[in-house]
Nanobody, 114 residues
Framework: QLQLVESGGGSVPAGGSLKLSCTAS????????MGWYRQAPGKERELVSI???????TTADSVKGRFTISRDNGKNTLYLQMNSLKTEDTAVYYC????????WGRGSQVTVAS
């Protein structure tokens, strides 16, 4: 069973940057789609950004131009570079991998202070 472990979360002031990592327990080169979702308190989980095996990306309008998703198949790791963070970006960020089934990580807290 594929396992995903997120890291890199933390607390930063508004305007700061963080880089999230998601390390998989198996090779990710053949995984159809990997991505990041987030869930803020009292809100539903929402898509942040995904990247397909062919490199195609989809990114939420709310983070376009600020967040960049990438995957390093050699390291079996997915990344999310987050710049110009806003208080509304505060949430738990989850990594997901789709290969016949959606596998989820446990999440990483990101807190952006005003």
């Amino acid at each position: 069973q594929l396992q995903l472990v997120e890291s890199g979360g933390g607390s930063v002031p508004a305007g700061g940057s963080l880089k999230l990592s998601c390390t998989a327990s198996a090779y990710i080169s053949s995984i159809y789609r990997m991505g990041w979702y987030r869930q803020a308190p009292g809100k539903e989980r929402e898509l942040v950004s995904i990247v397909k095996k062919d490199g195609t990306t989809t990114t939420a309008d709310s983070v376009k131009g600020r967040f960049t998703i990438s995957r390093d198949n050699g390291k079996n790791t997915l990344y999310l570079q987050m710049n110009s963070l806003k208080t509304e970006d505060t949430a738990v960020y989850y990594c997901v991998a789709t290969c016949g089934y959606n596998y989820w990580g446990r999440g990483s807290q990101v807190t952006v202070a005003s």
